[in-house]
């Protein structure tokens, strides 16, 4: 079955450290996305990507960065800047270009916590 | 800019009430409209969509009509069961828009048996 895999899905940080959440598509999306949901509020998008090798910032992106070096794969680090890192961390991909009438496709999210 | 405005939650009712939960959006151009649905832990799943105006979606006995005139997607489902619990999404995707999709801020609905 097509789908996004984000691994892990509970993951935990100490003060100061790097970590790297990961996420695979099988869907043969070019485009890919990340976004941060916090309890009881909306997503806010972090990166995206529309093609390999290529990517722009979203609306909250100080304190991450990704990279795309391959079609299938979107990894975001959450670096020592972001602050305030706790959050539901969505991966999703879709259909790209600029038709405005494909829907976005979700895995399953990471819970990332600080120690 | 693109904004997209749900009714604030929690919402309560109780197993075979009819659900109404209230949308509206501002976006330049002719947008295509979108609910999601996250439940419990996990990611968020397309519930439904309309593409243009006047368009109705429909899935799972949920169902929202696109009205450019009053610039809404309401959802409505004429009987809730307990399994419909969960947060939903109202979202919209602009042309020309490589981001493509504004979420609004969701609902939280839980519904009693």
């Known amino acids: 079955d097509g789908g996004i895999t984000q691994s892990p899905k509970y993951l935990f940080r100490k003060e100061g450290q790097n970590v790297t959440l990961s996420c695979e598509q099988n869907?043969?999306?070019?485009?890919m996305y990340w976004y941060r949901q916090d309890p009881g509020q909306g997503l806010r998008l972090i990166y995206y990507?529309?093609?390999?090798?290529?990517?722009q910032k979203g609306d909250i992106a100080e304190g991450y960065s990704v990279s795309r070096e391959k079609k299938e794969s979107f990894p975001l680090t959450v670096t020592s800047a972001q602050k305030n890192p706790t959050a539901f961390y969505l991966c999703?991909?879709?259909?790209?270009?600029?038709?405005?009438?494909?829907?976005?496709?979700f895995g399953d999210g990471t819970r990332l916590s600080i120690l | 800019g693109n904004s997209v405005t749900q009714m604030e939650g929690p919402v309560t009712l109780s197993e075979e009430a009819f659900l109404t939960i209230n949308c509206t959006y501002t976006?330049?151009?002719?947008?295509?409209l979108f609910w999601y649905v996250q439940y419990p832990g996990e990611g968020l799943q397309l519930l439904l969509k309309a593409t243009k105006a006047d368009d109705k979606g429909s899935n799972k006995g949920f169902e929202a009509t696109y009205r450019k005139e009053t610039t809404s997607f309401h959802l409505e489902k004429g009987s809730v069961q307990v399994s419909d619990s969960a947060v939903y999404f109202c979202?919209?995707?602009?042309?020309?828009?490589?981001?493509?999709?504004?979420f609004g801020s969701g609902t939280q609905l839980t519904v009693l048996p």
């Open positions: 976006a330049t151009g002719y947008p295509s």
């Open positions: 979202a919209l995707s602009s042309p020309g828009s490589a981001r493509q999709l504004t």
């Open positions: 869907l043969n999306h070019d485009a």
């Open positions: 999703a991909s879709s259909i790209a270009g600029t038709a405005n009438n494909q829907p976005q496709h």
């Open positions: 990507s529309q093609i390999v090798n290529d990517f």
